[in-house]
């Protein structure tokens, strides 16, 4: 039988790290200061590393307050209580077509780099511009996996994929005009590539980006 534990208001997985590796991660929207504390308290008392994901910095600070060692990456709205250090192997490329994408971006490194991957940042390289991608692609290439982070009409992922022999990873954004319908549009330019081999997670999901690239850098570097 598998083992949670029940704090009341939630049931925590405590098993998920011998049972995949990775720890449960927190969505701390919506949550109260309170139930925060109790989360991180008891994945703390576990031995487990903590990472919540689209914190407020009224939430960081909070968990501050309870754990000194609380790190925010404010623009990634990332929080990260590291109690047992994972060293970092691999490289993931993380690109975005514009700056308004690099917060989405920036949850999917800090994601990576958490659950031990390092991470190389492109930003600001999309399509309007192609010769700035151009100048960066013999590094982007050296990469284990590629996270293509674009909103607007989301041609970034397709560009790369056709350009590398890597797994991409694209994320669409909710950046954009009205006609893009908050990433929709891009979702849909995703998901309709010709360009092979290219995998698509949800608008604006810049976590599971990075938890299934550094599942396939961590696989690369190990040599498995």
Do not use: W
């Not at 590094?139 to 293509?148: D, G, L, M, T, W």
């Not at 995703?190 to 997670?201: D, F, H, I, K, P």
């Amino acid at each position: 039988m598998v083992k949670y534990k029940d704090i009341n208001f939630a049931k925590l997985d405590i098993e998920r790290q011998k049972r995949r590796g990775y720890p449960e991660a927190v969505f701390c929207e919506s949550k109260t200061d309170e139930q925060l504390i109790k989360i991180f308290s008891e994945f703390k008392n576990q031995g487990q590393n903590v990472l919540g994901t689209r914190a407020t910095k009224e939430q960081a600070q909070a968990l501050k307050n309870e754990f000194p060692d609380i790190n925010y990456n404010e623009q990634a709205r990332v929080v990260t209580l590291v109690t047992q250090k994972v060293e970092p192997i691999g490289e993931i490329a993380i690109c975005t077509g514009g700056t308004g994408d690099i917060p989405i971006a920036e949850e999917a490194a800090a994601t990576a780099e958490f659950y031990g991957s390092n991470t190389k940042k492109y930003y600001d390289v999309g399509v309007a511009g192609i010769h700035r991608l151009f100048d960066k692609i013999d590094e982007i290439k050296k990469a284990n996996v590629i996270i293509a982070v674009a909103g607007m009409e989301g041609a970034l992922g397709g560009i790369l994929t056709g350009l590398v022999d890597v797994p991409v990873i694209a994320v669409p954004t909710s950046v954009g005009y009205g006609a893009s319908f908050n990433g929709l549009s891009a979702l849909l330019t995703m998901l309709n590539s010709c360009a092979e081999g290219m995998t698509v997670v949800n608008i604006d999901n810049g976590f599971n980006a990075g938890y299934s690239a550094n599942q396939i850098n961590r696989l690369i570097a190990k040599g498995k």
